[in-house]
Nanobody
Framework: QVQLVESGGDLVQPGGSLRLSCAAS????????MNWYRQAPGKERELVAR???????TYADSVKGRFTISRDNTKNTVYLQMNSLKPEDTAVYYC??????????WGQGTQVTVSS
């Protein structure tokens, strides 16, 4: 079964850190462009970070310098290290796999709440 499972979301204070994981099964994530998206209440889903072939990486301006996307191909897992978290980072974070000619693969999401 092809699926992505996110984990690592939690309640954290402003300035804190979290690491999200996105575990792939049923397919090889290294052959996909892997993305982290987020969706805050009442807002559209937005791209946070992307890691492509050759580990070409893209970040949203709002998270540059604070978030780091990486992948461990031995574990078939993609990570999002989030530092210096702000209340505006509060959202459900989703993992998405994209490959030309194949259906997009979405995870179920993990909740990140930044609050004191």
């Amino acid at each position: 079964q092809v699926q992505l499972v996110e984990s690592g979301g939690d309640l954290v204070q402003p300035g804190g850190s979290l690491r999200l994981s996105c575990a792939a099964s049923g397919f090889t994530s290294s052959s996909y462009i892997m993305n982290w998206y987020r969706q805050a209440p009442g807002k559209e889903r937005e791209l946070v970070a992307r890691i492509g072939f050759g580990d070409i990486i893209t970040y949203a301006d709002s998270v540059k310098g604070r978030f780091t996307i990486s992948r461990d191909n031995t574990k078939n897992t993609v990570y999002l290290q989030m530092n210096s978290l702000k209340p505006e980072d509060t959202a459900v974070y989703y993992c998405k796999g994209v490959r030309w000619g194949r259906p997009d693969i979405w995870g179920q999401g993990t909740q990140v709440t930044v609050s004191s």
